[in-house]
């Protein structure tokens, strides 16, 4: 199973930015799909994750701020993101876990990472 992370780039304060990741290969199901982010010497963050029900988490930082959704045709997680901080930048990574091989094997992928930098 592979990821495609695309839409990270350079914004002013208070803007918006559009993050998408797409997964391919064998997928029979996806049980979790979610963003972290991550500063170099420190911990992965979780952002937010949306689960196959529906639920969703999010980290108190972004909540009202940023909206996780996906696309279940396309294997497509999506984060909206609003109200950018300076504080929001970083390298973000998409991450989707499920089961592949008729079901028969799980597996937890990590995406290659976008930068996002949030400045005037």
């Known amino acids: 199973v592979q990821l495609q992370a695309s839409g990270g780039g350079l914004v002013q304060p208070g803007g918006s930015l559009r993050l998408s990741c797409a997964a391919s290969?064998?997928?029979?199901?996806?049980?979790?799909m979610g963003w972290y982010r991550q500063t170099p010497g420190k911990p992965r963050d979780l952002v937010a994750t949306l689960t196959n029900g529906g639920r969703t988490n999010y980290a108190d930082s972004v909540k009202g701020r940023f909206t996780i959704s996906r696309d279940n045709a396309k294997n497509t997680v999506y984060l909206q993101m609003n109200s950018l901080k300076p504080e929001d930048t970083d390298v973000y990574y998409c991450?989707?876990?499920?089961?592949?091989?008729?079901?028969?094997?799980?597996?937890?992928?990590w995406g290659q990472g976008t930068l996002v930098t949030v400045s005037s």
């Open positions: 991450n989707v876990a499920g089961t592949r091989n008729r079901g028969r094997n799980y597996f937890n992928t």
């Open positions: 290969g064998d997928i029979f199901s996806i049980s979790v």
